[in-house]
């Protein structure tokens, strides 16, 4: 069950960021208005391993991350590559299940049964999309709250909405906020911001968390009106609906902040064949403009290299929250007993 996957398509994504980052570096955005996520991930990251050391000091071993992959899309295998290679990196032991795109729920429910209950694992990751025919509500409420990294459990989003906070909450807009927090000196009180998406992943829980931090929240979507209106009153933009390149600079309130989310597969030219194989063919964009949008925002995350890496930077977070959560709750259990029985 546990394969490994092809590396040319990691080496094909890598190869697409690098031509992507010289296409950044060499736009005319200046560097001093990039937010840099590759850093703050660095710094997170530094900070997490830290922590693994000092949980394998105190409960014997280190945080693990069991993260299951079904059908064989390659943006998603490589999502899946770099989180396991990052794991391996902080020295946490990680767990692929790889699963085909013909694979049945009850396969799965019962993959998840076991996790749910295996010692050693802190934090279960369902990586999405998943294929049509499975309900992927149901196999992401399967996760048991107290190992769900993704924050996608009911008792993890109403933590999050009711306090404004939970042990595991959803790693990209956890990551948007740091940057935010870096860009803005933590100053996001009163602000308003505009989030541009409404999925469960980013939209929701990103309008949650900056409510928590006192901002004004207008979530757009689809349906909205006169999108451009709302945009024009926001200090601070979060775009994560999946369109390359939608938000325009014009459209922006001089001196705000964006936050992309986005990452999209784009060709490089109008001439290129929309089945090429060629690594070249192809770049990644975000859901903003970065040209006309850097040049009218104060500060903005690139992509790739802006919110990208924070996603996994948190996420690894969120495995030691968890592995700390879980093993204060067992030794709090150990030392009553009776606990259980209230
Ligand atoms: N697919 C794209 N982003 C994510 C993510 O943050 N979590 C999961 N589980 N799947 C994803």
């Known amino acids: 069950m546990i394969q490994t996957i092809s590396r040319c398509s990691v ?20 560097v001093s208005k990039i937010i840099n996520g590759r850093l703050s991930a660095i710094e997170t ?23 299951i992959l079904v059908g064989d899309r390659p943006d998603s295998a490589a999502y899946v590559m770099s989180k396991t290679k990052t794991c391996a990196k902080l020295g946490m032991p ?52 107290s190992k769900d990294v993704d924050g996608l459990s009911l008792t993890n989003v109403g933590a999050l909405t009711h306090y404004g906070d939970a042990v595991l909450k959803a790693c990209t807009p956890a ?7 870096s860009a803005l000196d933590g100053e996001l009180s009163g602000k308003h911001a505009v989030v541009l998406g409404r ?63 986005g990452i999209n597969k784009v060709p490089v030219s109008a001439d290129v064949d929309p089945l090429s194989k060629k690594v070249d063919d192809w770049k990644l964009v975000g859901d903003c403009d970065f040209e006309s949008c850097g040049a009218v925002a104060s500060r903005i995350t690139p ?26 709750k067992s030794t709090e259990e150990a030392a009553e007993p009776d606990a259980l029985l209230r």
């Not at 890598?14 to 010289?22: G, K, L, N």
């Open 94 to 145: 990680s767990f692929q299940y790889n699963f085909p795109e013909t694979v049945r729920e009850t396969e799965l429910l019962s993959t998840l049964d076991y996790l749910n209950h295996a010692p050693n694992i802190d934090g279960i990751l369902v990586q999405l999309p998943l294929p049509k025919q499975l309900d992927e509500d149901r196999i992401i409420q399967y996760v048991t709250p």
């Open 45 to 67: 990251r530094k900070r997490t391993k830290k922590q693994v050391k000092e949980f394998q000091e105190v409960a014997g071993r280190a945080p693990g991350l069991a993260v």
């Open 199 to 261: 999925s469960d992943i980013v939209g929701k829980p990103m309008a949650s968390l900056l409510l928590a931090r006192h901002c004004t929240v207008t979530t757009c979507h689809s349906r909205t009106k006169n999108l451009q209106q709302h945009l024009k009153m926001a200090d601070i933009v979060v775009a994560a609906l999946g369109k390359p390149e939608f938000v325009k600079g014009e459209w922006l309130k001089p001196g705000c902040i964006v936050i992309d989310v």
């Open 303 to 328: 992509v790739p290299g802006g919110v990208g890496p924070m996603t996994i930077a948190m996420l690894l977070q969120n495995t030691v929250n968890s592995a700390w959560a879980r093993y204060k």
């Open 175 to 181: 990551g948007c906020v740091q940057l935010l927090d």
């Open 11 to 30: 080496k094909r994504t890598y190869r697409q960021f690098c031509t992507s980052e010289v296409c950044w570096k060499k736009s005319n955005v200046p």
